[in-house]
């Protein structure tokens, strides 16, 4: 946020507890939260959402987080930037107690099947693509799934430092995930849907800029 503030319609940033930490949110959580998502730079609420993978929180710790903190964003008219996993009918559940004011809403780092992307889509959320759909074993199902998103709701992301794409030759030493290698990403989502990079690169950008309101 700090950095954001610096460099403004350089650098955004977003402001959430994510499902992993929600079993520490309590009323001073909510109220530094609620805090953060009025500075400048600050376009979105979130990283938020359920994880049932992982389960770091207790499910219901997590509801709970979740449930406030989307109310948190229509307070503040911010878009949603929402994780889920292993959670889709709990997540759709909440997401459609706020039906009809729910702001704009991407479900980042999008690893799912075809039916949860038909509901995401009949919301008119936004959906992340990372550099899973590079992982031959995990996200190749992502390859033919790529291609029925709207190109104004397709996002690219890398969810670095995560998520080092598996085809990078070569791979970096570090293992690290950076923006960097935000055009390979891009590279093979393209070419996934048949069209040139250039074409989906303009218009992932004009989506993001859309959804977050960032020059």
Not at 147 to 169: F, N, Q, V, W
Not at 180 to 203: N, T
Not at 204 to 210: E, K, L, Q, V
Request: proline share 7%.
């Amino acid at each position: 946020i700090d950095l954001a503030g610096r460099w403004p319609g350089v650098l955004s940033a977003t402001a959430g507890v994510h499902p992993h930490h929600a079993g520490d949110f309590g009323a001073a959580m909510e109220a530094e939260l609620d805090s953060l998502l009025g500075k400048p730079g600050v376009v979105a609420a979130g990283e938020c959402g359920l994880d049932y993978f992982r389960d770091f929180s207790p499910r219901e710790a997590q509801r709970h987080a979740f449930t406030r903190q989307i109310e948190l964003g229509i307070r503040h008219g911010l878009p949603l930037f929402l994780h889920q996993r292993d959670a889709h009918e709990d997540f759709i559940a909440i997401l459609d107690e706020f039906n009809g004011n729910l702001p704009a809403t991407v479900v980042h780092c999008f690893t799912g099947g075809a039916e949860e992307l038909d509901h995401y889509l009949e919301r008119d959320f936004h959906v992340g693509i990372t550099g899973w759909i590079c992982d031959e074993r995990r996200g190749k199902h992502l390859l033919e799934l790529a291609r029925r998103i709207p190109a104004d709701r397709l996002l690219l992301e890398t969810d670095g430092p995560y998520l080092l794409p598996r085809d990078l030759d070569p791979k970096p030493a570090s293992r690290r995930n950076e923006p960097a290698y935000l055009p390979h990403i891009a590279a093979v989502i393209a070419r996934a849907r048949g069209e040139p990079v250039q074409a989906l690169a303009r218009a992932s950008t004009a989506a993001a800029r859309g959804l977050f309101g960032v020059p």
